[in-house]
């Protein structure tokens, strides 16, 4: 299996900062269609997760500007440039290059 | 939309049984894979596994003898059956979409707790 590992597991952000989120994949995520299949997915309390940003950096239909996504291979970022309180909640890498799909362990964004 | 039924209590070493409704589309539009997805209380997220509109199926190796799941293409529905459960097995269970061209668009009901407890 594909093993993701994020950091940091939490983070606390000043309300207007940006934030960053790291994801390491222990082997490449480059398909054999040349894709990269890697997610990153929201999951704010109570709901279930939402999906943010696909292939990398592409954002979902009605995800803010300020959500961006990078990387290649087996590293990769979320970044958002600034916090806002509605963006509180786990963020989780995801990939689906290779079966079974897996998910990193989540990060916790709070505010300070 | 994608909704999660069944019973949300389930006695140890029994099969647990989930369904999720399709609205809003077709399953036999053969556009999406369907998954499950399942969230221990306070914990990340596992894959459980897909299916597609023909009955194709792909599990995960850690659950692969105990899990079976199924498509009915008349009621727009698809199913998981998990059987030989534990409290391990204790979870939020979530059905997903995922687009075939682009497999990790991840589209989520809304999620049916299950327990497992005698």
């Known amino acids: 299996d594909i093993v993701m590992t994020q950091t940091p597991l939490s983070s606390p952000v000043t309300l207007g900062q940006p934030a960053s989120i790291s994801c390491r994949s222990s082997q490449s995520l480059v398909h054999s269609d040349g894709n990269t299949y890697l997610s990153w997915l929201q999951q704010r309390p109570g709901q279930p997760p939402r999906l943010l940003i696909y292939?990398?950096?592409n954002r979902f239909s009605g995800v803010p500007d300020r959500f961006s996504g990078s990387g290649a291979g087996t590293d990769f970022t979320l970044k958002i440039s600034r916090v806002e309180i509605e963006d509180v909640g786990v963020y989780y890498c995801m990939q689906a290059t290779q079966f079974p799909l897996t998910f990193g362990q989540g990060t916790r964004l709070e505010i300070k | 939309q994608l909704q999660e039924s069944g019973p949300g209590l389930v006695k140890p070493s029994e099969t647990l049984s989930l369904t999720c409704t399709v609205s809003?589309?077709?399953?036999?539009?053969?556009?999406?894979?369907w998954d499950w997805i399942r969230q221990p209380p306070g914990k990340g997220l596992d894959w459980i596994g897909s299916?597609?509109?023909?009955?194709?199926?792909r599990y995960n190796p850690s659950l692969k003898s105990r899990v079976t799941m199924s498509v009915d293409t008349s009621k727009n529905k698809f199913s998981l059956r998990l059987g030989s459960v534990t409290a391990a097995d204790t979870a939020l269970y979530y059905c997903?979409?995922?687009?075939?061209?682009?497999?990790?668009?991840?589209?989520w009901g809304r999620g049916a707790m299950v327990t497992v407890s005698s």
């Open positions: 997903a979409r995922r687009l075939v061209v682009v497999p990790d668009a991840v589209s």
């Open positions: 292939k990398i950096f």
């Open positions: 809003g589309g077709s399953i036999n539009s053969g556009r999406y894979y």
């Open positions: 299916i597609s509109h023909r009955g194709t199926t």
